[in-house]
Nanobody
Framework: QVQLVESGGGLVQAGGSLRLSCAASGRAFNDYSMGWFRQAPGKEREFVAYISWSGSTTRYADSVKGRFTISRDRAGNTVYLQMSSLKPEDTAVYYC??????????????????WGQGTLVTVSS
């Protein structure tokens, strides 16, 4: 059974940093793209960041570009989201996702094969 387990969420002051992790298990993920989405209270889930199976391609939402960095380990089964210069509007539940599809409408639309349960990030002003 495939599992994606996020960790690293918490409370941080505006301007601070956090690093989220997502550990994948149940199969080999070295041929799967991975990424992050978030859902703020009262809002729809939105795309945050994407990384290809090789790690050579990354994509970011405009709202986080220059502040967030996505990466994955050499085995390909753990993906990270380094978040810096956090703002109160970054407050959300952050979800890890994976799919064999490359970046495109599948990712921006959120129709992905595997999802984690989410980890809450709260940024105080």
């Amino acid at each position: 059974q495939v599992q994606l387990v996020e960790s690293g969420g918490g409370l941080v002051q505006a301007g601070g940093s956090l690093r989220l992790s997502c550990a994948a298990s149940g199969r080999a993920f070295n041929d799967y793209s991975m990424g992050w989405f978030r859902q703020a209270p009262g809002k729809e889930r939105e795309f945050v960041a994407y990384i290809s199976w090789s790690g050579s391609t990354t994509r970011y939402a405009d709202s986080v570009k220059g502040r967030f960095t996505i990466s994955r380990d050499r085995a390909g089964n753990t993906v990270y989201l380094q978040m810096s210069s956090l703002k109160p509007e970054d407050t959300a539940v952050y979800y890890c996702a994976s799919d064999q599809a490359r970046y495109g409408v599948t990712w921006t639309g959120g129709a992905l094969e595997h999802w984690g349960q989410g980890t809450l990030v709260t940024v105080s002003s």
